[in-house]
């Protein structure tokens, strides 16, 4: 009996030790689990973590590009941050915003940043008419028509016809002789004009002209509205075309040749035939002439921005000249004069697109020309043009000054 009981005691003993031997091994796979899945959670948080920041790093290294070119097109590109794979993208802009994003891989973790950039230091002018003019009015002479809509502060007069609504500003104007296939309101509305809408005039007008639709008067004034582009922002694309290159003297331009950011101390002559290819804005000090069949257009680099030509003195267009944006929708060439004269610029027959705008003289339109928009002090259309309006213009964003370049909108993890 004593030899029976000593085995089984001896049998409990070895059942208590492997059983704590199980449970010491289950407590050890258990421990080494778990310091696994930590070490692995650790290891992954500091790939996701280097991964990031090589993000951002692709992010830092696109807003450098952009920095040194503002006008770069969308461009796609791949760096390696710390052994990290990072696919960069900067987007083409839509309006005044650009997207970049950067995605990188740190050994099979991706992480992902964007980016939304603003032009800084930017204007945004808007064209809200076909033509737009100030107290010297708009002279339309026969079969002169403007295809959009009209805001003169001075009087409407001549033979021509216009497309969409008129309003004429300021008490003691008028609308005379002209044909307006839509509403008008002015102080005053004169024989022989026609009004194919409704016309309200102000009380103590004058209204002879024959009205298709409703005539109602009103007490107040019609308000005036400025220009689009303040004398400020003129100057500013001055300094900023000053600030990265001054040509002294007289320049001619022929055949293929690329220009700007650059101010030009004398005349600027544009051959016949010749390609002017703007890579930034061009301020000539003096006179612009653009002789037959040439070109001027932005460079592609603007995407969806607006460029500027712009004179101290009168800019003269002959025939078949053509201007032209970027390409890309939203971009249009603005070619602007500051000087005060009658033809401070004055445009010949069969020229086509670009957006024309005179801050203190007069804009003369000849025959056969076709523009996208016209705004001035005082614009006169001769025989057989048209200002054909384009609703792109309502919105253009042009870069502005020395400093203008893209700035972060916001910065988020994508």
């Known amino acids: 009996m004593n030899k029976i ?24 796979m258990a421990v080494s689990f778990l310091t696994a899945n ?6 992954n948080t500091v790939k996701s973590t280097q991964a990031y920041y090589a993000a951002e790093a692709g992010i830092e290294d696109a807003l450098l590009r952009l920095k040194e070119a503002p006008q770069t097109l969308s461009l796609s590109y791949n760096l390696n941050v710390n052994n990290a ?41 808007s064209f809200y008419y076909g033509v737009e003019v100030g107290a010297g009015g708009l002279v339309m002479n026969n079969g002169s028509k403007v295809m959009g809509n009209v805001f003169s502060a001075g009087d409407i007069s001549g033979s021509g016809i216009i497309d969409g609504d008129v309003v004429v500003s300021g008490n003691g104007h008028s609308i005379k002789g002209v044909t307006v296939n839509k509403n008008a309101m002015a102080y005053s509305c004169l024989s022989p004009a026609i009004i194919k809408g409704s016309l309200v005039y102000v009380t103590g007008g004058l209204h002879t002209c024959a009205v298709s639709g409703t005539t109602s008067t009103q007490s107040e004034e019609i308000s005036e509205q400025p220009l689009p582009i303040p004398q400020s922002q003129i100057n500013d694309w001055k300094a900023g075309a000053a600030a990265v290159q001054v040509f002294t003297g007289n320049k001619t331009i022929s055949g293929n040749q690329t220009l700007g950011p650059i101010k030009i101390t004398g005349n600027l002559t544009i051959r016949n035939n010749a390609k002017l290819n703007m890579t930034g804005t061009v301020y000539v000090a003096g006179n612009i002439s653009i002789s037959n069949n040439s070109t001027v257009k ?26 032209s944006g970027s390409g890309q929708p939203g971009s249009y060439l603005l070619v602007l004069s500051i000087n005060t004269s009658d033809d401070a610029i004055s445009i010949s027959n069969n020229v086509s697109g670009g957006v024309f705008y005179t801050s203190a003289g007069g804009l003369d339109v000849s025959n056969n020309v076709s523009l996208i928009e016209a705004t001035g002090y005082k614009v006169i259309m001769q025989n057989n ?25 916001s910065w988020q993890e994508y």
């Open 298 to 323: 932005l460079d592609s680099s603007y995407g969806s921005l607006g460029g500027v030509l712009v004179a101290d003195g009168t800019i003269h267009l002959s025939n078949n000249n053509t201007f």
């Open 85 to 125: 794979a990072v696919a960069v993208d900067i987007l083409n802009a839509i309006g005044a915003s650009k997207t970049i994003t950067a995605q990188a891989n740190n050994k099979d973790v991706n992480r992902k940043v964007q980016v939304v950039c603003s032009i800084g230091n930017s204007l945004n002018a």
């Open 5 to 28: 009981v000593n085995s089984q005691k001896g049998y409990v003993i070895l059942m208590i030790t492997f059983s704590i031997m199980i449970i010491m091994l289950t407590m050890a």
């Open 38 to 43: 930590r070490q692995k959670n650790i290891t």
């Open 385 to 409: 043009s048209t200002i054909e309006y384009s609703s792109g213009v309502v919105n253009i964003y042009f870069t502005s000054g020395p400093g203008a370049g893209w700035e972060v909108a």
